[in-house]
């Protein structure tokens, strides 16, 4: 079902802009959505959608603004709210920032979008770069122009416009793989899943077809190949909208004509048990009323041939500890009072290795409580690891086809980084 109208209100639930596309929710409707808003923030019920005398009402608020859409009929709030991100996407690629001030100053062309991205209350074109196409604007001012819609317009695919062309073709994809773990202090591992991204760079021309192919478990198996290779189970995937979903549903095939220049194809969760890549052990010894002594062991846990980059241990300390004196078999180490925290950096981690760093604080004040709430932060690592995948994914295939025939060059790269990852000590 369709949406009634469109407004655009200060913080103080004064319409700025009204869009009607239906004509059947009047403008003081705006009056009767502050006063809601009002009511249940002030309940703690505040939600984003709210329901009133058979008017409903969907809102986001963005700086010192409010968007709300209004409608009398069963809409998808899903799709309503997503289409009220991709407002504040589409005013702030135009206005660099979307505020009272520059909606005000620009209320031409925030009219100008809002026809062109809904009609009669269903959203049509919501991707900025093709608006930009045929509604311009230098400065403050409305460009006038012959009203000539793009390709991208009146074709299939919104995402990309015809005619773009490079001297030289090709695709970057970079499969990138973070890790969240949790362990507890006995060693166990509390949490763990790995969230993917394929992340896209396409500098190619004309119109290309691109077909994908991962180490897909559930494709091997209908194809009788599994057993033959490491294979993964996705799941929780999110594509982007030039992925043919039907295709992928009949066949698990990724195809699709990419956008220009850099998206994330894919999205996916593996809810697996993950071996910790970095292992952390620490122990501490007051070895007097106003001294504490750590001792620090890092211990990579993946093959010898990878490596991990950027390596950052936060091991928690008191937030009274002074004159440290530290000592790293590896890296350098800091203490850092704002994070309450020694840090600990190593720049190059080979797998397999294990490294110790020695640290002694003094103590001006020592309190049961202040040991206890030490106890409670876990370490935090952060790391990244190139040219390795947790979970052992695999692009098998990356295709471009384009009528012109040309050749294109794809570069695949794996990155394995850090998420949330925390180490608790007894």
């Known amino acids: 079902m369709a949406t009634s109208a469109i407004f655009i209100l200060d913080m103080k639930g004064k319409v700025i802009i009204y869009r009607d596309y239906r004509g059947d929710v009047p403008i003081s409707y705006a009056d009767r ?22 008017v409903t009402y969907l809102y986001l608020q963005h700086s010192n603004v409010y968007l709300l859409a209004v409608t009398k009929s ?33 209320f031409v062309t925030v009219y100008e979008l809002l026809d062109e991205m809904m009609d009669f209350g269903y959203p049509q074109f919501t991707e900025a770069n093709i608006l930009q196409e045929f509604i311009k604007t230098e400065a403050q001012k409305m460009d006038v122009v012959e009203r000539k819609a793009p390709m991208a317009v009146t074709n299939a695919v919104s995402w990309r416009s ?29 949490r763990s899943e790995i969230m993917g991204a394929l992340k896209m760079r396409t500098y190619l021309t004309g119109m290309p077809e691109c077909k994908l192919g991962l180490n897909d478990r559930v494709l091997l198996e209908s194809q009788g190949k599994l057993g033959k290779g490491k294979s993964v189970e996705l799941e929780d995937m ?30 996916y969760r593996i809810g697996s048990h993950v071996k910790p890549l970095i292992w952390i052990e620490c122990t501490s010894n007051s070895s007097s009323a106003s001294r504490v002594e750590f001792l620090v062991k890092a211990r990579s846990q993946f093959k010898e041939r990878s490596a991990a980059t950027n390596v950052e241990i936060s091991i928690p300390v008191a937030s009274d500890a002074t004159a440290p004196v530290v000592k790293a078999s590896q890296g350098s180490a800091d203490y850092a009072p704002e994070k309450e925290a020694l840090v600990w950096k190593i720049k190059n ?43 052992g994914i695999q692009v098998r295939y990356l295709k471009v086809i384009e009528k012109s025939g040309y050749q294109a060059l794809p570069w695949v790269r794996y990155i394995t980084q850090s998420g949330e990852y925390e180490i608790r000590t007894n």
């Open 349 to 391: 981690f080979p797998g397999g290795k294990e490294f110790m760093l020695r640290a002694k604080f003094s103590l001006p004040t020592i309190r049961e409580d202040t040991e206890v709430s030490i106890k409670k932060r876990p370490i935090q690592v952060k790391f990244e690891i190139p040219y390795f995948t947790v979970s």
């Open 33 to 54: 959505f502050i006063e809601k808003v009002a009511e249940l923030e002030d309940a703690g019920k505040a939600s984003p959608i709210i329901q009133d005398e058979g």
């Open 238 to 267: 999110k594509f982007h909208q030039c992925v043919r979903l039907a295709r992928f549903e009949n066949d698990r095939t990724i195809s699709f004509v990419p956008p220009d220049g850099a998206f994330d194809l894919m999205t």
């Open 162 to 190: 015809e005619g773009i062309k490079y001297k030289k073709n090709e695709v970057f994809l970079d499969v990138v793989e973070s890790v969240n773990l949790l362990v507890n202090a006995n060693g166990g591992v509390v």
């Open 74 to 106: 069963n809409v998808n709030a899903a799709s309503t709210v997503y289409f009220l991100h991709k407002l504040i996407d589409v005013f702030t690629k135009y206005f660099e920032q979307l505020e009272e001030e520059s909606v005000r100053d620009n």
